[in-house]
T-cell receptor
Framework: GAVVSQHPSRVICKSGTSVKIECRSLDFQATTMFWYRQFPKQSLMLMATSNEGSKATYEQGVEKDKFLINHASLTLSTLTVTSAHPEDSSFYIC??????????FGPGTRLTVT | QQQVKQSPQSLIVQKGGISIINCAYENTAFDYFPWYQQFPGKGPALLIAIRPDVSEKKEGRFTISFNKSAKQFSLHIMDSQPGDSATYFCAASIYGGSQGNLIFGKGTKLSVKP
């Protein structure tokens, strides 16, 4: 149990376009989902916390108008990178919290902006 | 005070040996301490976790030792195997605090030599 999926696993887009990443909890309901960004050989950097039915809470320094988060249901959260630029190229990972503590991570999405 | 300090940054162990990774924290309000295993290009996978009410938790070859007074916890991997070669992250969180987001250590890259 506790499976989280992400789609797509890899995406290449042109500078100035937008890309949407989906995160789904497959076998449990998650009232809270998290979005992280990870640079090569570094730890995970929390971008935002997403609660079902309410606005996401963004970490300091993360542009909320650039990284749009929607948590439309208890099993789905989406991250849209708007007007993407090469510096947005990164590994994006979501996680879903089951119960009070346990967080389960998706497999990640490799975004490359050309 | 929100930091979790992890050491060593990298670790090389012979097959069959014991791998030990250490973490230290400052915030005494932390009450959940998980360890994650991450392979290249994949999302982190929850390995084992502990609450402060116990000093040790064992699951198969993986053991967490927790020292509340020293504010330290460690991961021990017994009989280390080449398949254990990955990056390991410790983390800490507060139940209900900031919606339960994890504070991660910087990671330890483990290489198990055959």
């Amino acid at each position: 149990g506790a499976v989280v999926s992400q789609h797509p696993s890899r995406v290449i887009c042109k500078s100035g376009t937008s890309v949407k990443i989906e995160c789904r909890s497959l076998d449990f309901q998650a009232t809270t989902m998290f979005w992280y960004r990870q640079f090569p050989k570094q730890s995970l950097m929390l971008m935002a916390t997403s609660n079902e039915g309410s606005k996401a809470t963004y970490e300091q320094g993360v542009e909320k108008d650039k990284f749009l988060i929607n948590h439309a249901s208890l099993t789905l959260s989406t991250l849209t990178v708007t007007s993407a630029h090469p510096e947005d190229s990164s590994f994006y990972i979501c996680s879903a919290r089951r119960g009070g503590y346990e967080q389960y991570f998706g497999p990640g999405t490799r975004l490359t902006v050309t | 005070q929100q930091q979790v300090k992890q050491s060593p940054q990298s670790l090389i162990v012979q097959k069959g040996g014991i791998s030990i990774i250490n973490c230290a924290y400052e915030n005494t309000a932390f009450d959940y301490f998980p360890w994650y295993q991450q392979f290249p290009g994949k999302g982190p996978a929850l390995l084992i976790a502990i609450r402060p009410d116990v000093s040790e938790k064992k699951e198969g070859r993986f053991t967490i030792s927790f020292n509340k007074s020293a504010k330290q916890f460690s991961l021990h991997i017994m009989d280390s195997q080449p398949g254990d070669s990955a990056t390991y992250f410790c983390a800490a969180s507060i139940y209900g605090g900031s919606q339960g987001n994890l504070i991660f250590g910087k990671g330890t890259k483990l290489s198990v030599k055959p």
